[in-house]
């Protein structure tokens, strides 16, 4: 018997590669001669680099940059398949949690550190960046990136552009005089799971902002900041952003970075799933197991667990799929492949209870679900 095990991290718990671990051994206990398969997923956010990393068996490094208010951070990021793909995560340099409430302020906030973090990838010798960009801290529609990467950002006296969203309202130049020509050779994926423009009621700055400590105030003039970024971008680089879909992704990040390193912005689930060589061991599988730590409607449309299940309905192979507890929606997993849905709060611990062991939780309900259907 084959089983593939690949699930979401159990936020606040187990990362997508615990949790994995966990579910194998549970596995293991109830069909002890089964081949199991262990490729932890993610959607793109928090957890890429750990999750493609751990499918891969590839190699983490570490590098140190500037955190989104200037202080150095150590942001981690992973090489696979051979070194030739780099696995990025602009929180792990941007990062809303980097910084304490009292300080958060997008329009000082910088992904310049982020932009280091790119450099150190590239000098790696990949030939191809996979970047999950949920979490930031910033609002700066990546300008500190491309500062980072040689592009120099220049008001109407010629001086470069201190960091933050807020300083765009004085770009009149961008200059790609730095800039590594290298870059053109290295494909970059970014995983995006908003379809918001960059500017306007709906983009960067008024949906974001506020998450990031900006007031009505704020989210005025760093829209009319980015504003002005795309005019910029659209005069001196030839690409029009502002309302690209998904442009307005991590403050606008994800414009950036298709004006500056002609990425390409994708859905995250399938991208991650797919990155993880899914379908490859998928292969002559019998069953499929998934999960995270809440099964609701978010779960069937673009989280990692409802991609898998796609790509396992279209073998043929059954799922479970393992939660901490259902929510709302719940049921529209069946819809794309989920054969069935256990969940560890019915073993009647309460949520704190399943939080601090949610590793035996997760292999003593996978043991029992497994024995009680007798999958085989």
Known sequence: MKVVVAPNAFKGSLSASQAAAAIARGVRAAFPEAEVIEVPVADGGEGTVEALVSAHHGTYRTVQVD??????????????????????????????????????????????????????????????????????????????????????????????????????????????????????????MVACDVTNPLIGPQGASA??????????????????????????????????????????????????????????????????????????????????????????AQTAYGKAPGEVAKHAKAARIPVLLIAGSKGPGWDALSGLGVTEVVTLDQEGDNLQQLMQDAGEMLTRTTARACQERGWK
């Open 67 to 188: 955190g989104p208010l200037g202080d150095p951070v150590l942001a981690t990021y992973g090489l696979i398949e051979e070194g030739r793909t780099g696995v990025v995560e602009l929180a792990s340099a941007s990062g809303l949690t980097l910084i304490a409430p009292e300080r958060r302020d997008p329009r000082t906030a910088s992904t310049y550190g982020f932009g280091q973090l790119l450099r150190a990838v590239r000098q790696a010798g990949v030939h191809q960046v996979i970047a999950g960009i949920g979490g930031s801290a910033t609002n700066d529609g990546g300008a500190g990136m491309a500062q980072a990467l040689g592009y120099r950002l220049l008001d109407a006296a010629g001086d470069e552009l201190s960091r933050g969203g807020a300083a765009l309202a004085r770009l009149e130049r961008i200059d790609p005089v730095g800039f590594d020509p290298g870059w053109r050779s290295v494909k970059v």
């Open 207 to 296: 949906v974001y902002g506020p998450q990031k400590g900006a007031d009505d105030e704020m989210v005025r003039e760093l829209d009319a900041a980015l504003g002005r970024l795309a005019a910029v971008i659209e005069r001196d680089l030839g690409k029009r952003v502002a309302d690209v879909p998904g442009a307005g992704a991590a403050g606008g990040a994800g414009a950036g970075l298709v004006a500056f390193l002609d990425a390409s912005l994708v859905p995250g689930a399938p991208l991650v799933v797919e990155a993880s060589g899914f379908d490859t061991k998928l292969k002559g599988a019998d069953l499929v197991i998934t999960g995270e730590g809440r099964a609701d």
